[in-house]
């Protein structure tokens, strides 16, 4: 199985060391050639606008955008979720449009702009998961198509899926957890 990481700014090497420890093969992605022969991408955290103008730059938007249409799995965390959502006011260049969410950039406020909490996520069992967060991402609206995999204890989803696609608000590539990249590689497989 081989997954590529968009390489264009932010935890992209942290993701590349997780599917390394899973055993498949990671591949950073800088540009369109890049997406050939892949069987899943992640778009990392970072800083959303950055990716998103370097996405723009290296034509790497429309390609990867076309690419899902054609069935792609991918996950975004982080900037990354903000990237492929429906919507998020204030954010630019224009997410990618594709996950049925609305998001919204810097929600958790100065206090708790970074945390790590215990989360409950059923789909990866028991055991709740260390999920960090770091000027993360709300989600403020689930549509359609979209379920949402965990919450917060105020009920606010921090993980949805949406056939193929996957998004965290949190980074599971900074901790020893490596359950929800399981996961993906678990829909990509067409295991889940
Ligand atoms: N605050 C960043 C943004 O809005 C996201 C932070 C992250 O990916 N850790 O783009």
Not at 168 to 182: G, K, S, V, Y
Request: glycine share 10%; net charge negative.
């Amino acid at each position: 199985m081989r997954i590529g990481v968009l390489a264009a700014q932010g935890a992209f090497a942290e993701h590349i060391s997780a599917l390394k420890k899973l055993g498949v093969e990671a591949l950073p992605v800088r540009v369109p050639k890049e997406l050939e022969g892949l069987d899943g991408l992640i778009i990392p955290g970072g800083e959303s606008t950055a990716i998103s103008l370097r996405m723009l730059d290296n034509n790497l938007s429309r390609e990867i955008a076309e690419r899902i249409g054609e069935g792609l799995p991918v996950w975004g965390t982080c900037a990354g979720m903000i990237l492929l959502a429906k919507g998020s006011p204030g954010a630019y260049p224009e997410p990618l449009g594709l996950l049925e969410i609305t998001v919204r950039r810097n929600a958790f406020g100065r206090q708790r702009e970074s945390f790590e909490t215990e989360l409950a996520v059923p789909a990866l069992g028991e055991k709740p998961f260390p999920a960090v967060f770091i000027r993360a991402p709300s989600i403020e609206q689930v549509n359609g198509k979209a379920e949402v995999l965990a919450r917060l204890p105020d009920g606010t989803p921090v993980a949805v899926r949406q056939g193929k696609l996957l998004a965290t608000a949190f980074h599971p590539e900074l901790t020893e957890d490596l359950r929800f990249h399981q996961y993906f590689l678990d829909i990509v497989a067409d295991k889940r």
